[in-house]
């Protein structure tokens, strides 16, 4: 039936590069039915989502829209994109998923318990891999990667964000999510991650 990744954390923390080296190892492993996906999606709700990213400066304004439009957009990209994946045997990385919701929503002052009780019945990952980075690693990182900061990319919202990802293991403690050092190399960030995914493909 599958396996369903997902790589989460902060914006700078690294998850698009482990995401994309996870794809040619496991190509390199001779998996060769791998999707790669990621939220926001690119239909017409995740492109409504993006929009407002892009265009929106206060990180407080929209939250109960933007909780509701990322709901939307995920039982969209579940039903279309992941399940029938799942169905076809495809080992699917996927770029954030409910997690990112909770903590980047909650940071706009929705309460978590509510983000949680919204994705009660929404499908759980084999694996979640929190790659965990101090916020001005990451922000270095992104300063060199981009002129124009989106909403959520300054420091005080950052650690808030980070401090939260830290609590979901204790929050869904039934989940299988991982947190990763990703202050570290290359190299042994992806080790690490390597680590985790061959658990989850021998079970």
Known sequence: MGCFIVFEGIDGCGKGTMLSLAA?????????????????????????????????????????????????????????????????????????YKYSTMCYQHAQGIPIEKIIVAHKRMLVPDLVLVLDVDVEIAMARMSLERKKKEKFEHRDFLKEIRETYLEIPKLLPDENIKVIDANRSTDEVFDSVKREISKVLKD
Not at 56 to 63: H, R, V
């Open 24 to 96: 040619k190892w496991l190509f390199s492993m001779e998996f060769d039915n791998i999707l790669l996906t990621r939220e926001p999606t690119y239909s017409g709700i995740g492109k409504q989502i993006r929009s407002i990213l892009k265009s929106d400066t206060n990180p407080i304004e929209k939250a109960k829209i933007m909780l509701s439009l990322y709901i939307e957009d995920r039982k969209e990209h579940v039903e279309k994109v992941i399940k029938p994946a799942l169905r076809l045997n495809s080992i699917i990385l996927c770029d954030r």
